[in-house]
Nanobody, 116 residues
Framework: QVQLVESGGGLVQTGGSLRLSCTASGLTFNQYTMAWFRQPPGKDREFVASHIHKDGSTYYADSVKGRFTISRDNAKNTVYLQMNSLEPGDTAVYYC?????????WGQGTQVTVSS
Protein backbone atom coordinates (compact mmCIF):
# COMPACT_ATOMS: atom_id res chain seq x y z
CA GLN A 1 0.00 0.00 0.00
CA VAL A 2 0.99 3.63 -0.34
CA GLN A 3 2.96 5.14 2.51
CA LEU A 4 4.39 8.61 3.01
CA VAL A 5 6.71 8.82 6.01
CA GLU A 6 7.94 12.18 7.28
CA SER A 7 11.00 12.75 9.42
CA GLY A 8 13.23 15.58 10.56
CA GLY A 9 10.93 17.50 12.84
CA GLY A 10 11.95 18.69 16.27
CA LEU A 11 12.53 21.62 18.57
CA VAL A 12 14.58 24.55 17.31
CA GLN A 13 15.20 28.12 18.44
CA THR A 14 14.05 31.18 16.53
CA GLY A 15 16.34 31.76 13.58
CA GLY A 16 17.34 28.11 13.36
CA SER A 17 16.93 25.62 10.52
CA LEU A 18 15.45 22.18 9.99
CA ARG A 19 15.17 19.89 7.01
CA LEU A 20 12.11 17.71 6.74
CA SER A 21 12.10 14.57 4.62
CA CYS A 22 9.21 12.54 3.26
CA THR A 23 9.90 9.15 1.75
CA ALA A 24 7.20 7.52 -0.34
CA SER A 25 6.56 3.88 -1.13
CA GLY A 26 3.90 2.04 -3.06
CA LEU A 27 3.52 4.67 -5.76
CA THR A 28 5.29 5.90 -8.89
CA PHE A 29 6.89 8.82 -7.10
CA ASN A 30 8.20 10.70 -10.13
CA GLN A 31 4.66 11.08 -11.49
CA TYR A 32 3.28 12.73 -8.37
CA THR A 33 3.07 16.37 -7.48
CA MET A 34 4.43 16.54 -3.95
CA ALA A 35 3.63 19.16 -1.37
CA TRP A 36 4.01 20.13 2.25
CA PHE A 37 1.18 21.36 4.42
CA ARG A 38 1.15 22.30 8.08
CA GLN A 39 -1.36 22.58 10.89
CA PRO A 40 -0.52 25.09 13.62
CA PRO A 41 -2.00 24.51 17.09
CA GLY A 42 -5.72 25.25 17.10
CA LYS A 43 -5.79 26.15 13.41
CA ASP A 44 -6.71 24.52 10.12
CA ARG A 45 -4.24 22.74 7.90
CA GLU A 46 -2.59 25.13 5.44
CA PHE A 47 -0.51 24.90 2.29
CA VAL A 48 3.24 25.45 2.64
CA ALA A 49 4.95 24.46 -0.61
CA SER A 50 4.58 22.23 -3.66
CA HIS A 51 6.77 20.73 -6.35
CA ILE A 52 5.15 19.97 -9.70
CA HIS A 53 6.48 16.73 -11.18
CA LYS A 54 5.88 17.72 -14.83
CA ASP A 55 8.17 20.72 -15.05
CA GLY A 56 9.79 21.10 -11.64
CA SER A 57 7.88 24.26 -10.81
CA THR A 58 7.68 25.16 -7.16
CA TYR A 59 5.11 27.20 -5.26
CA TYR A 60 5.18 28.62 -1.77
CA ALA A 61 2.85 30.20 0.72
CA ASP A 62 3.62 33.88 1.14
CA SER A 63 4.48 33.30 4.78
CA VAL A 64 7.43 31.04 3.92
CA LYS A 65 8.74 32.53 0.66
CA GLY A 66 12.44 33.20 0.84
CA ARG A 67 12.86 31.03 3.94
CA PHE A 68 11.69 27.55 2.90
CA THR A 69 12.77 25.47 -0.10
CA ILE A 70 11.05 22.37 -1.42
CA SER A 71 13.05 19.84 -3.44
CA ARG A 72 12.84 16.21 -4.43
CA ASP A 73 15.07 13.27 -5.24
CA ASN A 74 13.15 10.91 -7.49
CA ALA A 75 15.86 8.26 -7.20
CA LYS A 76 15.20 8.14 -3.45
CA ASN A 77 11.42 8.65 -3.66
CA THR A 78 11.90 11.53 -1.26
CA VAL A 79 10.73 15.13 -1.05
CA TYR A 80 12.42 17.62 1.24
CA LEU A 81 11.52 20.87 2.92
CA GLN A 82 14.50 22.98 3.94
CA MET A 83 13.33 25.49 6.52
CA ASN A 84 15.57 28.42 7.42
CA SER A 85 15.08 31.49 9.61
CA LEU A 86 12.40 29.69 11.55
CA GLU A 87 9.94 31.72 13.58
CA PRO A 88 7.56 30.76 16.41
CA GLY A 89 4.73 31.14 13.90
CA ASP A 90 6.15 28.17 11.99
CA THR A 91 5.30 25.87 14.90
CA ALA A 92 2.99 23.20 13.52
CA VAL A 93 2.60 19.59 12.54
CA TYR A 94 4.00 19.32 9.02
CA TYR A 95 2.41 16.88 6.58
CA CYS A 96 3.67 15.48 3.31
CA UNK A 97 1.15 15.21 0.47
CA UNK A 98 1.25 13.46 -2.89
CA UNK A 99 -1.30 13.97 -5.69
CA UNK A 100 -1.79 12.39 -9.10
CA UNK A 101 -4.97 12.41 -11.21
CA UNK A 102 -7.25 12.85 -8.24
CA UNK A 103 -5.51 10.33 -6.06
CA UNK A 104 -4.19 11.95 -2.92
CA UNK A 105 -2.08 10.60 -0.10
CA TRP A 106 -0.92 12.02 3.22
CA GLY A 107 1.81 11.25 5.67
CA GLN A 108 1.26 10.97 9.40
CA GLY A 109 2.93 14.30 10.15
CA THR A 110 6.00 15.47 12.00
CA GLN A 111 6.05 18.08 14.75
CA VAL A 112 8.09 21.25 14.36
CA THR A 113 8.35 23.52 17.38
CA VAL A 114 10.14 26.86 17.22
CA SER A 115 10.95 28.42 20.58
CA SER A 116 11.30 32.16 21.06
Amino acid sequence: QVQLVESGGGLVQTGGSLRLSCTASGLTFNQYTMAWFRQPPGKDREFVASHIHKDGSTYYADSVKGRFTISRDNAKNTVYLQMNSLEPGDTAVYYCNGVLNGREYWGQGTQVTVSS
